[in-house]
């Protein structure tokens, strides 16, 4: 199986900061990446697909880059609502694996 | 508006099989892949496995040997039979839709397993 690999962990940042999250992949995938997040006792919403295209619906705040094994999405000005848990996905081989997560707290 | 609800028991008793289905709404369930994916209490996700509105499956290989995705388009619907299941098996269990990435989620159904 992919590994995905998320950094950091965990990360604490207040309303209005800009953020990274990076995910790396044990190899390459092209750009076969997506990002979801997840709040509490919620199912996971996509954000970001084919590691840079924008989900309809979600903010223009939220991009997504990278290709290969290095990915990285970035929140340009953070929102209440965007405090949950971050998951990257590669959907280059099956399965399909996930992240272990990005928890994004309030500081 | 697409929307998914998982319906099945809530308990299993280990060695048992879980049983869940997925109904569909607002769309036909005949295109796109549909998939179960699980998420143990506090941690990550984890694919079980997909099918395509041909019938055709692919199976996370940790547990194809205990697990049966199947089609019925004429209730719009998509299950999961997950046998021989033990403690490690209870989670939120989720069906999705993929389109480009996950792009539709139903609430999510625990499952325990315990006797």
């Known amino acids: 199986d992919i590994q995905m690999t998320q950094s950091p962990s965990s990360l604490s940042a207040s309303v209005g900061d800009r953020v990274t999250i990076t995910c790396r992949a044990s190899?390459?995938?092209?750009?076969?990446l997506n990002w979801y997040h997840q709040k509490p006792g919620k199912a996971p919403k996509l954000l970001i697909y084919a590691a840079s295209s924008l989900q309809r619906g979600v903010p223009s705040t939220f991009s997504g880059g990278g290709s290969g094994t290095d990915f990285t999405l970035t929140i340009s000005s953070l929102q209440p609502e965007d405090f949950a848990t971050y998951y990257c996905q590669q959907s280059h081989t099956m399965p399909a694996t996930f992240g272990q997560g990005t928890r994004l707290e309030i500081k | 508006q697409v929307q998914l609800q998982e319906s099945g028991p809530g308990l299993v008793k280990p060695s048992e099989t879980l049983s869940l289905t997925c109904t569909v709404s607002g769309a036909s369930i005949s295109s796109y892949y549909w998939s179960w994916i699980r998420q143990p209490p506090g941690k990550g996700l984890e694919l079980i496995g997909n099918i395509y509105y041909s019938g055709s499956t692919n199976y996370n290989p940790s547990l194809k040997s205990r697990v049966t995705i199947s089609l019925d388009t004429s209730k719009n619907q998509f299950s999961l039979r997950l046998s021989s299941v033990t403690a490690a098996d209870t989670a939120v269990y989720y069906c999705a839709r993929y389109g480009s990435g996950y792009d539709i989620w139903g609430q999510g159904t625990m499952v325990t397993v315990s006797s």
């Open positions: 190899q390459s995938i092209g750009t076969y």
